[in-house]
């Protein structure tokens, strides 16, 4: 009973596994690997509770070798050592597996420690991470590995794991306590996991063991119970991981998009994950870089809506991020003001763009010896609309356009009157 259900259930052969098809199915390419027992160095990435471990323990007992775990959070250099010493006795005559669980969380000394004994085939590697392994594992291990990315459990594989456990737990712990589910409950337990199976298996456990039978000694699993024990849904999600930046990205693209149903949606999640100072980065940042001159007042209301949320703090600082979020995403867009911006640094690092004309320097005086004196800036607001014709921009660059008008309202009013007094004045120099 003080076994974990995760470990009391785990799956000994492929077909149990649930989820994965698109490596795990009949003649995936992860499948035909295992079955063959020529197990080559692997990476597992994906997140936590959809099966790396498991796999990695069927991988080591198709290849007949040894597994030995460890996990990169709390081990050394000196761990890893001492299972090769290990491997070379009769433990390890037909081979030695390392599971190595977390490798992000090696420093790149440490994994480089690894490919001696990868190398030399003392040790086949199985690292597996919750992290991007492009990211945060070294290339020289990521060269010799071959990665193979685990995705999130959908509720129905869940539930099929659910329902094994029950069929498991009816044989073991409720052999004189029949176990009857409600319809939905192995589902909504599923549904509440966040697509990770070891929170559901954990969930139904504590659902069990604390449901008191009836008088005929049946243990009825009710909807009700269920709800007690998921009480608030997991939400995958690691402030310095890949899922905080996919949903970051998923709420700026959605309202890039003009998707406010997506957009609030994704606000959904970072509110529930309590990331407040990220959604508020966020939006300062859409204000500009995707409304940008279609609507410049918007700045000033999301930096409103934003000084509010921080004052309030959750749960009522949804109130003005969602106002903020909604706003951002029904706006007109356009980018052009930090395009022009990108083009220009482009071609500060990239080329010689030449000196500040001399009618823009701050100098008054050019000294005896110069021939031509006097700065010759000329005084926009001396002339009609405010405007006079001259030269900006350096000489090797003085035709060089850098902002593009956008087609909405706001940019095409700017454009018509910069049009109309440039225009006039161009008419007068004829």
Not at 287 to 313: F, H
Not at 361 to 380: A, C, I, R, S
Request: proline share 4%.
């Amino acid at each position: 009973m003080n076994k974990p259900l995760a470990d009391r259930i785990r799956p000994t052969t492929l077909d149990q596994v649930v989820g994965q098809k698109h490596i795990l199915g009949k003649g995936q390419i992860l499948r035909n690997i295992i079955e063959s027992g020529n197990i080559p160095n692997m990476i597992f990435y994906g997140l936590s509770g959809t099966g790396k471990t498991t796999v990695a323990n069927i991988a080591a007992k198709a290849a007949g070798k040894t597994l030995y775990r460890l996990n990169a959070t709390n081990a050394s250099v000196s761990d890893i050592k001492n299972i090769v010493k290990e491997s070379e006795g009769l433990l390890g005559q037909d081979g030695v597996l390392l599971y190595l669980d977390e490798i992000q969380n090696f420093n790149k000394k440490q994994q480089q420690s690894l490919l001696e004994y990868t190398e030399n085939g003392k040790i086949t590697l199985i690292a597996s991470t919750t992290e991007n392994p492009y990211f945060y594992v070294y290339n020289a291990i990521l060269s010799r590995s071959t990665v193979f990315e685990f995705k999130a459990l959908m509720p129905e594989d869940i539930a099929d794991a659910l329902s094994r456990a029950v069929e498991i737990l009816q044989k073991e712990d409720f052999a004189h306590n029949p176990i009857e589910a409600e319809e939905g409950v192995l589902l909504h337990l599923a549904e509440k996991s966040g697509g990770d199976v070891r929170k559901a298996l954990n969930a139904l456990e504590l659902a069990l063991n604390y449901t008191s039978p009836d008088k005929k000694g049946i243990i009825h699993l009710t909807l009700d119970v269920a709800e007690q024990c998921t009480q608030k849904k997991v939400i995958q999600y690691d402030q310095k991981g890949d899922s905080h930046y996919d949903i970051l990205s998923a709420f700026q693209k959605s309202i890039r998009g003009s998707d406010p149903d997506a957009a609030v949606h994704y606000l959904a999640r970072l509110v529930a994950a309590d990331d407040i100072q990220s959604i508020c980065r966020r939006l300062m940042v859409i204000a500009c870089e995707d409304i940008g001159l279609a609507q410049p007042n918007a700045i000033t209301v999301v930096k409103a809506c934003v000084d509010s949320a921080l004052m309030l703090g959750f749960p009522e600082a949804r109130i003005p991020l969602g106002h903020a979020t909604v706003y951002l995403a029904t706006l007109p867009k356009s980018n052009t003001a930090h395009l022009a911006l990108d083009a220009a640094l482009y071609d500060l690092e990239h080329m010689d763009t030449g000196t500040i004309p001399r009618q823009l320097q701050n100098k008054h005086y050019d000294g005896e010896g110069k021939g031509v004196k006097g700065q010759h800036y000329l005084y926009p607001h001396d002339y009609p609309n405010h405007y006079v014709v001259q030269q900006y921009l350096p000489d090797k660059i003085k035709d060089k356009t850098y902002y593009v008008p956008g087609n909405n309202r706001q940019e095409r009013a700017a454009k018509e009157y910069w049009d109309k007094v440039k225009g006039l004045k161009q008419n007068e120099d004829d």
